[in-house]
């Protein structure tokens, strides 16, 4: 397990590497999306992911198999998947709490543990995964495995189960959200389910755009461990792009340069510290931890309690209705510093 | 055992430069790192608390020079010990279970009790190898196999597989856990505190007690069980006085850093290669070199990151790997 670790640091530090690679060699940004997809009227179906893959099948898929992420925002739509997988333990998943597990089949509890059999047995008509960018400049790795799969190997055994589509997961949050939107039409979901979503959406983000305002805080998203902090890039992030499209004002020290984030050693830790709110990635160090770092216990924010647990949540309007009024209670209860 | 004069005070000499090179690594220490404050602004602060600047002196140079220097001397001299016990070149101190049963221990404190706190994450972490190491030992003596180190290899890895396997399990039921084990499985000098260094040491200086008192074994065991035997060693004994010594040190590095690899593994060959194999002084010239190194690898992983820094764990895999690597091709593993 300490090299799972020792490889993740190694691709942290590759990963600047790799994407400028994935640069020269790859320039052509797949052209999705264009089409919405759905049943025609002889009842075939057809659909194009956000990877520029066209599925096509005879009927309307109606048992999806779908990665955590995605699952969420199918069943904020109605669409109850036949089976999901997720990154984490999916029956303890928080972000499920709202919704009925009971006749979904959780088929991986693990990044890239995926019970093949137990997934097969729920003949599912359709997989939904993700896909990230490489870089920030959108660049797709068409050739390499889907997220929420371990391996192209992998993935060919799911393709064997059913055809596998993906949500691109970057640039723009309304994108991403628009994409989710996008698959839960083709899969039936009417447009005034939609529109009703999307009216929830609409209040929390105006109620989100009013408190940035009246507020007038700086927000720091980052995660944190023994190598130092890594403060998130609010324009590479889907979430914090969103959210700063609605206002809120993201720490954003150093647009360029590394793709998502920039770490700082601890050492360094006091080149970041201009945010009045601290968002912390519940994955690393909490607030407990950040005060026991000698360099970084002096930061304001910090000091004055204004440092927060925090996840992203799933790109789909229900999940993010309630994330952002999670966050305007949050710039609400906290003060300029 | 007579030692020639000459051999001796050459030994002795390279022992003092070693010695050395420890001094100058901590001073180096001190001095660089990803923020690069001059050298005056560093003595400033380190004489004077109040001038240090975000505390980078004292709240980052000081405790991670300490906790190298501690570390490295800790699991060089476990390496060393490790060596020669099992008298297998590529031993290292994770073979007897230590390091598995001092992950599993920790993880079950954030599973069962909710805590991460330094000082308790401490004391399971030496509870946990402590068990291990007694529980791999207890196997191998069962099968009356302590006679040959294969046993005792062989029940470690078995036992290290086991307490892996019940790690990942709570691990990957519980993603609070997940992120608690993630965290303090990557070894690490760097956002470590002195928080419990003292307890550690008080267990590291029993270790490098047993570790003392097991030299004249070692050295009977390298010439083979059955020539030990006849020498009047007494296995059982030999056996347990260097498993509490492995157990100890490598219990009281770990639980404060995290596992950290290479070091019980290469800086037992390199002073193998500089004062032969003789545990007297192969003992104190392996914890010296584990010191140095560690910090040295530190040191260039604070400078080659820019802003951030690269990991101890993959500078140590990449640089002792070439160490290693040129070792091996000088044939000196012979010397075992």
């Known amino acids: 397990m300490k090299n799972l ?9 590759l990963a600047p590497l790799i994407a400028l690679m994935g640069l020269a060699g790859c320039s052509s940004t797949a052209d999705a999306g264009t089409s919405d997809g759905g049943a025609d009227s002889a009842g075939a179906w ?60 959780i088929v991986g509890n693990s990044y890239g543990e995926i019970d093949l059999e137990a997934l097969a047995e729920t003949a ?30 992998q993935q060919a055994q799911l393709e064997k189960i059913a055809p596998v589509v993906a949500i691109e997961v970057g640039g723009a949050g309304s994108d991403v959200i628009d994409s989710m939107n996008r698959l839960a039409s083709s899969l039936g979901v009417s447009d005034d389910t939609i ?20 507020s ?15 403060v998130v890039k609010p324009a590479d992030e889907p979430e914090t792009e969103l959210y700063r499209s609605l206002g809120v004002d993201f720490t954003d020290l150093n647009p360029d340069g590394y ?39 002096s930061h304001p924010a910090l000091q004055a309690g204004q440092a927060y647990a925090w996840d992203g949540a799933a790109l789909d309007y229900a999940s993010q209705a309630a994330h952002m009024k999670e966050l305007a209670d949050i710039l609400r209860e906290s003060k300029k510093l | 055992m007579p030692r020639s004069v000459a051999t001796s005070s050459r030994r002795a000499l390279v022992l003092v430069v070693l010695g050395l090179g420890v001094l100058v690594m901590t001073v180096v220490s001190l001095m660089l790192g990803s923020n690069l404050l001059g050298v005056g602004t560093v003595l400033t602060g380190l004489f004077d608390p109040s001038q240090d600047v975000g505390s980078v002196v004292w709240g980052s140079r000081v405790p991670r020079t300490v906790l190298g220097l501690f570390v490295g001397f800790c699991l060089g001299i476990a390496g060393a010990v490790m060596q020669g016990q099992t008298r297998n070149p590529l031993a ?44 791999v030992f207890g196997v191998a003596a069962l099968g009356r196999g302590l006679s040959s180190p294969v046993p005792l290899a062989i029940a470690g890895t078995a036992v290290s597989a086991l307490l892996i396997a019940l790690t990942s399990y709570l691990v990957l039921s519980d993603e609070t856990t997940l992120a608690a084990y993630r965290i303090w499985v990557v070894g690490s000098l760097s956002g470590r505190t002195l928080d419990g260094v003292d307890a550690a040491l008080l267990f590291a200086v029993a270790g490098l007690v047993f570790a003392a008192a ?71 010239a392996s914890g010296l070199i584990g010191a140095s190194l560690l910090l040295a690898c530190d040191v260039i992983g604070r400078l080659i990151g820019g802003n951030a820094e690269v990991s101890v764990g993959v500078v140590l895999t990449v640089l002792g790997g070439i160490v290693f690597i040129a070792i091996v091709r000088r044939g000196r593993i012979a010397a075992l």
Do not use: C
């Open chain 1, 216 to 230: 007038g805080l700086e927000v720091t998203q980052l995660y944190a461990d023994a190598d130092g902090v890594y």
């Open chain 2, 214 to 284: 097991n030299i004249r074994s070692l050295n009977n065991l390298a010439l083979g069980t059955e020539l030990a035997h006849g020498l009047g060693e007494n296995l059982l004994r030999a056996r347990l006085v260097g498993l509490a010594a492995i157990t100890l040190l490598t219990a009281s590095a770990v639980a404060i850093t995290g596992p950290i690899g290479f070091i019980g593994l290469t800086a037992p060959h390199i002073g193998r290669s500089l004062v032969g194999g003789d545990h007297y002084w192969l003992l104190p």
């Open chain 2, 92 to 135: 290292d101190p994770g073979i007897f279970g230590v390091s598995a049963g001092a992950s599993l221990a920790v993880v079950i404190g954030v599973y069962v009790l909710g805590t991460s706190s330094i000082t308790t994450t401490l004391w399971l972490a030496l509870a946990g190898a402590a068990v291990a190491s007694v529980v």
């Open chain 1, 124 to 153: 599912p008509d359709l997989i939904v995964t993700g896909i990230y960018p490489t870089d920030r400049e959108g660049t797709l790795d068409t050739e390499g495995a889907y997220y929420g799969v371990a391996d192209v190997e």
């Open chain 1, 46 to 105: 057809s659909y194009t992911d956000d990877a520029g893959t066209t599925v096509t099948l005879d009927h309307e898929p109606e048992r999806v198999a779908s990665y955590s992420d995605y699952a969420i925002g199918l069943m904020s739509y109605g669409i109850d998947p036949v089976a999901v997988f997720g990154r984490a333990d999916v029956a303890t998943d928080a972000r499920f709490a709202d919704y009925d597990l009971s006749d979904t089949a």
């Open chain 1, 195 to 214: 529109a009703a979503a999307k009216t929830d959406f609409d209040a929390a983000a105006a109620d989100l755009t009013a408190a940035a305002g009246e």
């Open chain 1, 5 to 13: 670790a020792v490889v993740r640091r190694t691709a942290l530090v």
């Open chain 1, 259 to 297: 793709y998502y984030w920039d770490i700082y050693s601890w050492e360094n830790a006091a080149q970041m510290m201009t945010g009045d709110v601290l968002l912390i990635n519940v994955q690393g160090y909490g607030e407990a931890d950040l005060l026991a770092q000698p360099t970084f216990a």
